[in-house]
């Protein structure tokens, strides 16, 4: 009995450990399979994407039915941090979006969810035509980034998105460089998307609470490391 006690004592403290370790943080990708995700839209299915070497993938050489097929986190989230390694090919575009709403309403998630972009910035003409505001680490089609840290295409990039309602804050450090720092609602988050070509959209960045979303939009793009840290509810929200 005495050793059965010890045991249990020594298994306690391991899980302790492990749990202080980890610092609050969930992973997103269980590195095997889409469990956690899946395609937005009620008729949607998962399409181009693939789970290889620990690495969450979508090609667009992979599809087999035509539509979107954009991934969407079974759960939805308000305040938060959200941490991820990308790689992008060349020419790739991707994104990130958060606050998405999900219903029968919208096609697409960037049509409610604020983005971060993913880009290849060695595309040229992209850059040239589009502009910062829509280069990687922009708030897309707000707010460019502050400077440009972007690796090639083929690369590992780092994203930390930071979401917190209750302090009226995000920003985003891109390897390890703090690139962007906005206001996530309120006047000067509602005259920045007035100012937009969101401005059409209503309930774009409306939404305090939603589904967080990773972009297929051509090209390939891959994922790792993908995990998030909830940050305090404030249930007035």
Request: glycine share 10%.
């Amino acid at each position: 009995m005495k050793v059965y006690k010890i045991c249990i004592l020594f298994i306690c403290l391991l899980l302790v450990g492990c749990s202080q370790s980890n610092d609050g943080w969930i992973e997103l990708f269980n590195e095997e399979n889409l469990e956690g995700w899946h395609a937005y839209g009620a008729d949607a299915t998962i399409d181009g994407w693939y789970v290889a070497n620990g690495e969450l993938v979508y090609d667009f050489q992979r599809r087999e039915r035509g539509g979107s097929s954009n991934l969407v986190t079974d759960n939805e989230y308000t305040n938060f941090e959200l941490s991820m390694e990308w790689k992008i090919g060349h020419h790739g575009n991707s994104g990130i979006f958060w606050g998405v709403i999900e219903n029968e309403q919208y096609k697409h998630p960037y049509e409610t969810g604020p983005e971060i972009q993913i880009l290849d910035d060695n595309w040229k003409e992209y850059v040239e035509e589009r502009g910062d505001i829509n280069r990687a680490g922009s708030l897309y089609g707000l707010m460019a980034p502050s400077t440009i840290v972007s690796k090639a295409a083929g690369e590992w990039n780092h994203y930390l998105i930071h979401i917190d309602h209750n302090e009226n804050i995000g920003y985003v450090i891109f390897n390890e460089q703090e690139v962007l720092r906005f206001p996530v609602h309120g006047p000067e988050w509602e005259a920045m998307i007035s100012q937009s070509g969101f401005a059409k959209w209503p309930s774009f960045g409306s939404a305090k609470t939603g589904h967080i979303s990773l972009q297929e939009y051509g090209g390939k793009v891959a994922f790792r490391n993908i995990k998030i840290k909830i940050l305090s509810e404030d249930n007035n929200l």
